[in-house]
């Protein structure tokens, strides 16, 4: 079988292979490079039954090299990027294993591969999903906020900002109200917290509250240019300013 790795960890590429002797029951001997440079050589002069890819590699990102060289072999991603890659490979169905994986991780991903494959259903890498690929690794070295701290009387509690469905002003601190309808205090005022969260998944309605596109059930119209939300966890809907209409309109259409 014939396997291109790519990974600049000299660990990581002694892990692949250890897992894909254990897989395929053989002593495999894949070509390996740690770079792009490289791994393009490599592509020009030879082909895969699948490759096995990091993102980062020593001079640039392995999905240039994708971007340059059309490949039509299965690429297996194994990388400690999570959130929105992660999002961005499921909307591509795009197998991604996520650092540190395990025998087992790589076995899915090998069979899911194999199966697809072998019917027909595989789709190469084209230019307008690398290029999503590449936006939403963009949008993850942003550093938005990714959980809060809540306080409890029995101690502390780490709230994953993905779970929250609103969060809702109250004076110098706010109301998260997870997708579950349970209510976790925030710390912070509103105008602050916004600062802090990705605004392609949180838009602020009205001057009290914030909602997750995520946990939006349904969208009504209302008098005076407003729009009536229902959110997930939530009982009462809430109301969009008629100011932020238009701009939640947009938004909503991204």
């Not at 660990?11 to 740690?34: C, G, I, M, T």
């Not at 199966?115 to 690929?133: C, I, P, R, V, W």
């Amino acid at each position: 079988m014939r396997i291109l790795i790519l990974e600049d960890e000299i660990p990581a590429y002694q892990k692949l292979l250890k897992f894909l002797n254990n897989y395929l029951e053989e002593q495999v001997n894949p070509h390996w490079s740690r770079s792009v440079a490289e791994g393009k050589m490599l592509l020009e002069k030879n082909t895969y039954d699948f490759i096995l890819s990091d993102i980062q590699l020593l001079d640039g990102l392995s999905f240039d090299l994708f971007d340059e060289i059309a490949v039509d072999c299965p690429i297996i991603f194994c990388s400690a990027h999570d959130e929105y890659l992660f999002q961005a490979f499921n909307t591509n169905g795009i197998a991604y294993i996520l650092k540190p994986y395990s025998q087992n991780d790589l076995k899915k991903a090998l069979d899911k591969y194999q199966s697809l494959f072998k019917q027909g259903n595989y789709k190469a890498l084209n230019h307008a999903t690398l290029d999503a690929l590449k936006s939403a690794l963009q949008e993850e070295q942003i550093q938005y906020k990714k959980r809060f701290v809540i306080k409890k009387t029995k101690g502390i509690q780490l709230l994953n900002v993905i779970d929250i469905s609103i969060i809702e002003a109250s004076g110098d601190f706010c109301m998260a109200t997870d997708l579950n309808g349970k209510k976790h205090p925030v710390l912070e005022k509103i105008g602050v917290l916004m600062v802090s969260l990705n605004p392609k998944k949180f838009f602020r309605i009205n001057r009290s509250q914030i909602v997750h596109i995520e946990y939006i059930i349904t969208i009504e119209n209302h008098f005076k240019n407003r729009l009536l939300i229902k959110m997930q966890g939530v009982d009462d809907k809430v109301m969009t300013s008629s100011s932020n209409t238009s701009n939640f309109r947009k938004w909503i259409e991204q």
